[in-house]
């Protein structure tokens, strides 16, 4: 909300006309992804941080966790050209990564394919320091199973997209964020999960939302040795 007195036009615009207000819980604050103000300052911002930080690789660059869509002329002007949710993301968090690449060319973004963005994009591909997290959410229309991988009828969803995704960015450009919270996901699916992305080339990683309370810390140091050679018994 740093901007939203003197650039309301960085922040989203919502169907009844309002621009997102200092009310916004920050994590749920999403900017209006073709406003270039709102692209260099967060751009800027993401600089100063890998510039405090370099000694980390991997930095995560990622709206906030909502599902409004923005309708300013911009974003409405990029959809009527065939852009979906996928690509407007994605024109935002290149922005910001050309940016951190002239100081950084050795860090990596990672952003989500996640709500809206699910589906992979129409037309704009991650730049080559960006690597797309899709999110394999636990309801009807993604990966409700999280006892099987994404072969299962139920995952249909999850599968159709992360196929998509592969297509649209390969799979460097490409990993999972899945939700182990409780027990919604457990450790031999976890690990058949990790070898169906080797197997199809997907190699971004694999990353959770919450870990598994049965076993946290082993689940951990099995997705690890996963991470280092998917196809360890």
């Keep these: 909300t740093l901007y939203m007195k003197d650039h ?5 615009l919502r169907a009844n006309g309002e621009r997102m207000g200092p009310d916004t819980l920050d994590v749920r604050l999403l900017l209006c992804s073709t406003s270039e103000g709102a692209q260099q300052v967060a751009a800027e911002r993401a600089e100063r941080w890998l510039d405090a930080q370099n000694e980390r690789y991997v930095f995560v660059v990622q709206q906030g966790d909502s599902n409004d869509k923005c309708v300013c002329k911009g974003c409405a002007a990029k959809r009527a050209q065939g852009w979906n949710e996928a690509d407007l993301m994605l024109h935002w968090v290149n922005a910001v990564a050309r940016r951190v690449n002239r100081k950084h060319p050795d860090k990596l973004l990672y952003c989500f394919g996640y709500m809206d963005a699910v589906e992979p994009p129409n037309i704009l591909k991650p730049e080559a320091n960006v690597v ?3 999110c394999p959410w636990p309801g009807p229309m993604s990966a409700p199973n999280g006892f099987r991988d994404f072969d299962a009828p139920e995952n249909t969803f999850a599968r159709r997209h992360l196929e998509g995704w592969l297509a649209a960015v ?3 450009h490409l990993g999972i964020y899945d939700y182990a919270g409780g027990a919604s996901l457990s450790h031999r699916r976890m690990a058949d999960r990790i070898k169906w992305c080797a197997r199809r080339g997907i190699r971004g990683g694999f990353w959770y939302c919450g870990q598994s309370r049965i076993f946290g810390k082993l689940f951990n140091y099995l997705n690890a ?4 050679d998917p196809f360890l018994d």
């Design 132 to 134: 797309v997290l899709y």
């Design 8 to 12: 309301p036009d960085y922040y989203l």
């Design 225 to 228: 040795q996963l991470n280092w």
């Design 170 to 172: 390969g799979g460097d």
